[in-house]
């Protein structure tokens, strides 16, 4: 059986371990004679299951008490509208920071629904940089502040927080959600599509406090409404467990196999360093981001020929190096270097690309 070295933006890599776990269980889950995928809901294994992700998840990231947390559907651009709807019913108005293209489609969406203020903007430089943000361009009387924390695409992150005072920080984590610790307190809601770095597809993760709740827009549709699933243990409807299940041996790993989330930070960091150290000395490869606001997990380089980006993505591919084409909207390449993506595959890849460097130069 063959592995390669999966650099998808999403979904993307999962540890062995969990794969291999998941795979022992698949027949018969802790002798219940079914698999999690077949299971009742309503079933007391899979409570058992849905309160033990909650309660890993509330431990590995600290989680205060005064915060809920929601396993949701629809992905994280269904929260793009839900964001609005639920937290901007007291003055109708919103800040949001564009630092690529899900920032701005949250933007887009929200002024749907209010009126949205887009207060900073990277998008003249490619959204190679976060902007610098001046506390006093913010609407003093605005419902939220949104970001999008770790930028999927272009591979910014916030190392600084928006000082918003009592404006209730939002922020999209789907990109680096549990790769660093996060202090939760600092943010009224935050959010995360389970496939990035938590999951498979098909579960979003939010953690909302608690009095930003019970506010949603009469018009809010009954499933998009925080409060339903809040009121319901995300159980209103069927949630999503398969990857609820995935997303508990995930935590399990991070807890008790990296050994927590400063861990984590410490091997995503060292992993980042060799990436970023080779670029930093390549004469063909070049990052494509400020190195003040680089990310952690997804690292964009470009070669700056075309054509020998074209040539790069296929002979890595060839040699099991895959998913390194960069988005289709600004082209290059991206690594993405998610929790799971092992120090030894980022060391391979960069020998890879000397190896590549000196045969085309
Ligand atoms: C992938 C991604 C999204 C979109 O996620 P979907 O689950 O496909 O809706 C939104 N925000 C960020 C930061 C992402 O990386």
Request: aromatic share 10%; proline share 4%; glycine share 6%.
């Amino acid at each position: 059986m063959k592995r390669v070295y999966n650099f998808s933006a999403g979904p993307s890599v999962l540890p062995e371990v969990v794969l291999k776990r998941a795979a022992e269980e698949m027949f018969d889950y802790h002798g219940c004679g079914q698999s999690v995928m077949e299971m009742s809901h309503r079933s007391k294994v899979f409570e058992g299951i849905i309160n033990g992700a909650e309660s890993l998840l509330r431990e590995v990231m600290n989680i205060p008490d005064n915060y809920k947390v929601l396993f949701l559907q629809g992905g994280a651009s269904t929260q793009f509208a839900a964001i609005p709807l639920n937290f901007g019913n007291k003055n109708k108005k919103a800040d949001y920071v564009l630092t690529g293209q899900w920032a701005t489609k949250a933007y887009k969406e929200a002024a749907r629904y209010l009126d949205a203020k887009a207060v900073a903007s990277s998008k003249d430089k490619t959204f190679s940089y976060i902007p610098k943000l001046d506390p006093d361009t913010f609407t003093k009387d605005a419902d939220y502040f949104y970001i999008c924390m770790n930028n999927t695409i272009y591979g910014t992150v916030y190392h600084e927080l928006p000082q918003t005072g009592d404006v209730p920080l939002v922020a999209d984590v789907s990109s680096c959600f549990l790769s660093t610790p996060l202090d939760v307190s600092k943010f009224g809601v935050i959010y995360a599509g389970a496939q990035k770095n938590m999951a498979p597809a098909g579960l979003v993760v939010a953690i909302i406090r608690e009095d930003l709740l019970g506010n949603a827009m009469d018009f809010t549709p009954t499933m998009l409404n925080y409060q339903t699933h809040a009121d319901n243990g995300s159980m209103f409807n069927t949630p999503p467990c398969w990857t609820i299940y995935i997303a508990k041996l995930v935590l399990e790993w991070i807890k008790n196999d990296i050994g927590g989330l400063e861990n984590m930070q410490k091997r995503n960091e060292q992993k980042a360093a060799i990436l970023y150290n080779f670029l930093d000395n390549s004469k063909m490869f070049k990052g494509t981001v400020v190195p003040e606001d680089r990310s952690l997990m997804n690292v964009p380089f470009i070669t700056g020929n075309d054509e020998l980006d074209a040539k790069f993505v296929k002979e890595a591919t060839a040699n099991d190096f895959v998913n390194l084409k960069g988005h289709r909207t600004v082209g290059g390449m991206r690594a993405s270097i998610y929790n799971a993506m092992p120090i030894e595959g980022v060391e391979k890849l960069v020998e890879f690309m000397k190896d590549f460097e000196a045969r085309n130069s």
